[in-house]
């Protein structure tokens, strides 16, 4: 004969919430973009706060941006180093 757990049955918990005691309470980050400003390449003002001094563009986690905002800011700048308003690199000679 086979020999089996016994395993209470948990029906009636389902639909409840899990408890969360032992987390930390969530932390809404502000988007340092506000609703005002555009993510356009012309807007350089906003364009450079997104910026290493390396030149190099800082991730989404960095900025504290979502990703569909990341992608935004990213092409845009990306169309302001091939339009000449960024430089790609910048050199520390």
Same mark, same amino acid.
């Given at each position: 004969m086979k020999q089996t757990m016994y395993k209470p049955k948990r029906y009636f918990r389902r639909h409840l919430k899990p408890i969360r005691r032992h987390l930390k309470p969530i932390r809404r980050h502000l988007s340092p +973009? =506000? *609703?005002? @400003? =555009? +993510? @356009?390449y012309k807007n350089m003002s906003l364009i450079s706060r997104f910026i290493s001094e390396q030149g190099k563009i800082l991730s989404g986690r960095v900025n504290r941006l979502? *990703?569909?905002?990341? =992608?935004?800011?990213? &092409?845009? +700048?990306k169309r302001a180093r091939i339009l000449s308003l960024l430089p790609f690199l910048? &050199?520390? &000679?």
């Open positions: +973009i =506000r *609703s005002g @400003d =555009r +993510i @356009d979502t *990703s569909k905002k990341q =992608r935004l800011m990213t &092409n845009a +700048i910048y &050199n520390e &000679n």
